[in-house]
Each structure stands twice: as C-alpha cells, then as structure tokens.
C-alpha cells in the first residue's frame, strides 16, 4: 500500500495545481449530470404517455450508447494502470466490485465522488500528493465528459430541436432537456479546455480574452452543426441516419489514416477511432502530429458544404410541401444562411485564435524536467511544474516514447519515484508530480 507523503511544497515545486475554479466546475458538472438523469426520465415518460415511441427509441439509443462507451473508457484506463486507485472511494471496492459498477453503467459515478473525494482532501492539506491525484483525476473525467458531451448530449439536442420543430410549439420537459444539453456541453467544452491549459508553461498564462475567443469558435461550430442537423431532421427524419452512417464511416476512415495512437491496446484503439469519427460529425479534433493545417481546411470545407447541403435541403422541403405552408421561402431562405453564416463566423474566431493567441511551442517548452527514473530502472528526465492556458478541443495520439508518469512512494521512504512522460532534454533538479499521459497527448500534440 503505497504511503503519500504530507510535507507541504511551495507553488514553484507543485507539478499541477488544483484551483477552486475546477473543483466549483466539477460540482456543476455532478449537478448537471444529476439534473439530466431525472429529465431523461421525465423525457421518456413523456414520449411514452404521448405515444411518440420512435422518439422514445432513439433517445433510449443515444443513452445507452454513450454509457456503454463511457464505461468502457473508464473500465481500460483502470486496467492500463494496473487498477490503481488513489482514492478511499476507489479503495473501498474490490476488484469484482469495481468490475461490477462497470457493468451496471456506474462507473463514472464512482469516479465523481473520487474526484470531489481528491478534491475536498487537496483544499484540506498542503501536501502535494492530494493535489496530484485531484488534478490526474480530473483530467481523466473531463475526457469522459467530453466523450459523453458527443455521443449523448450534441444527439440529445438534435433530437430535442427537432420534436420542437415538428410540433411548432414548446413542450416544457423538451425546452428543458434541450437547455440541460446545452449546458452540458458548455460545461463539458469548460472542463476539458481547462484541463489542456494546465499543461502549459506559467509564462504561457494568456489572460481571459484568450478563453473567451477559443470558447465561442468551438460554441458556434457546434451550435451552426447541430441546428443544421435538426432543420434537416425535421422535414426528412429517415435521413439523418443515413446522413450520420454515411458520414461516420468517412470520418471514421481518416482517423485510421491519421494513424492515431492514444490507447494501450489496439483493439482500444480501434475504440478511439470509431469514438474520433462520432465527435468529427459535430465538431473537429486534432489527432495526429505535426502540423494540421491541410487537414483543418479539408475538415472546414467538408462541413461547410455539408451544413449548406442540409439547410438547402430544409428549405427546399419548406418552400415545395404544402404542410409546411406556414413559413415563407423568405424566413426560410433567411433561417439557411443564418446558420450557415454562424459556422463562417466560428471560423472567423478560430483564426483569430490562432493569429493572435495561439503559442508555437517545441516539446521541450512543454515538457520540463526532473530526474526521476524510467520504466526500466534508469534514471531519465520526467515533468516538472506547467500550469498556463489556451487550447484547443483536441483528441489524439502522441509518440510511442511518451509513458505515463506515475508519482509514488517507498513504503519505507518519502522519496517520489516518477516514471517519463514526455520526451528527454537536459534534467534540471526539480520537483516531481503525477502527470495524466492522456490529456498530456493531446497538449503536447496541439501546441508542438
């Protein structure tokens, strides 16, 4: 049983540090994800009294789906770390149990409340361990909100857009699911952006306005697809699933050529990929290394003409059906370009980011050193102290040098032993932390 060490350590020697901000946006984050629970009920029971089971259906699909997935997430990154688990919540289960949580789609509650658990425990003490475990903690659950924010709260919204558009009034139970998806997202989108910052160098920190801008490109990115989706669903409902097969299937090709390599396993991987192409089809990540400019104009220029295909194809249906003789070609042709204009103004933003905003920085600035000892015994540099700010919202893989620090304890000393994350440069003295290997690919991969 490994032993954490309680000798308080300045600002310069912690490696990540845990702000109030993140621990107030992992409260929200549980609210919302108890909030949501009961209007998922409460949705359902509608659709059910209503008789609208095909509705029914496809929101009990994208519940189980995404739970499915985020399970399975949760359950490899357990078993990648040999089942460690740091916290009391986490320790108090056996393996059998913690298997079983899993099984019953409650793994990623269990992960909460070792994150609030780390969280409440880091404000408590000055030590650096509990920080540490806070900080890697969160990181591994913004990533599986985020996986969630693709697979269950974009498609719930699509879904909820589209009933309020069919029926042309507003359901209170749907207004509200609607609102609670959105929130999520933002909330989700929050998380994961600060997370990523927390890998860069403090001489980085580049303000408010930064996050401001990184947030409205990818707000209106998704708000653009996801009204363009629900307007085509609307008036041609047994399309959008061949619409999104379609599509997945092609966005689900190039993240296998982007020859990713973010899992342990490769049949994990396969996983990622499959997971990379479902959140292209509502906004883009980077994937892979160097630079990703060919690949962005590609991407953009795809969903750009995809977006004014399917709000072409509205307007049309609007414009040609007598059922739809309540809207003008006039609002409808107006409705098109609105949207349209959105996701040319996301682009905008995103230009403006990177323009102004965005820091070109080689793997060395990123990574820092310390000595610390590899997976072999050896000694080798490891991660120092980064905190900063601006990314992106970015899923990929990294090097196969890069591992996973992990910081422990003797039994019978204090002394950290850390493994490498992150590629070697000359090791000044410095201290050693606990490094999440997952978010630190996607930084890495982003800024270099």
């Known amino acids: 049983m490994e032993q954490p060490s309680d000798q308080p350590v300045n600002d310069s020697q912690a490696v990540f540090k845990y702000h109030t901000v993140d621990f107030l946006f992992t409260l929200l984050g549980l609210v919302f994800l108890v909030l949501d629970i009961v209007l998922d009920f409460l949705a359902a029971v509608s659709f059910c009294q209503e008789g609208e089971y095909v509705s029914l259906g496809v929101l009990l699909l994208f519940l189980l789906g995404s739970s499915v997935l985020g399970q399975l997430y949760s359950w490899l990154w357990y078993s990648y770390e040999d ?17 079983l949580l899993h099984v019953l789609q ?69 207004v509200l699911k609607a609102l609670c998806s959105a929130a999520a997202i933002a909330i989700s989108v929050t998380m994961y952006h600060r997370s990523l910052r927390s890998f860069l160098p403090d001489k980085m920190d580049q303000g408010l306005v930064s996050s401001v801008v990184y947030f409205l490109w990818n707000l209106l990115f998704i708000a653009s697809r996801v009204v363009a989706l629900a307007l085509f669903a609307s008036v041609l409902p047994c399309f959008i699933f061949s619409h999104f097969v379609c599509s997945w299937l092609v966005l689900f090709f190039f993240a296998w050529r982007s020859k990713t390599s973010f899992m342990d396993s490769p049949g994990a991987e396969w996983l990622y990929r499959a997971t990379v192409g479902l959140i292209w089809y509502f906004n883009w990540f980077n994937v892979a290394e160097g630079s990703t400019r060919t690949r962005q104009l590609f991407y953009h220029g795809y969903k750009l003409v995809d977006i004014s295909l399917l709000c072409g194809l509205w307007c049309w249906k609007i414009t040609t059906e007598p059922s739809h003789s309540g809207i003008t070609p006039f609002y409808a042709l107006i409705t098109a370009v609105s949207v349209v204009s959105v996701y040319l103004l996301g682009l905008l933003f995103k230009i403006i980011y990177y323009k102004l905003y965005h820091p070109n920085l080689d793997r060395e600035q990123m990574t820092g050193v310390s000595v610390g000892m590899t997976q072999n015994g050896d000694e080798a540099p490891v991660g120092k102290s980064l905190s900063g700010d601006e990314v992106d919202l970015t899923l990929m893989g990294s090097g196969a040098q890069t591992r996973r620090l992990v910081s422990y304890s003797n039994e019978s000393s204090d002394t950290d032993v850390a493994f490498r994350c992150g590629p070697s440069s000359p090791p000044p003295p410095a201290s050693v932390g606990r490094c999440n290997n997952r978010m630190r690919k996607m930084a890495d991969n982003f800024y270099c």
């Open 106 to 174: 409650l793994g990623i509650y269990f992960r909460h409340a070792g994150v609030v658990e780390a969280s409440v425990h880091s404000f408590l003490t000055k030590s650096r361990r509990p920080e540490d475990v806070a900080v890697y903690l969160t990181h591994d659950l913004s990533m599986l909100r985020l996986f969630e924010t693709f697979s269950e709260s974009s498609p719930q919204l699509v879904l909820m857009l589209t009933i309020i558009l069919q029926r042309g009034q507003l359901d209170p139970v749907t």
């Open 83 to 99: 089942f460690r688990r740091d916290t009391k919540v986490e320790r108090c289960l056996r393996l059998w149990q913690l298997h």
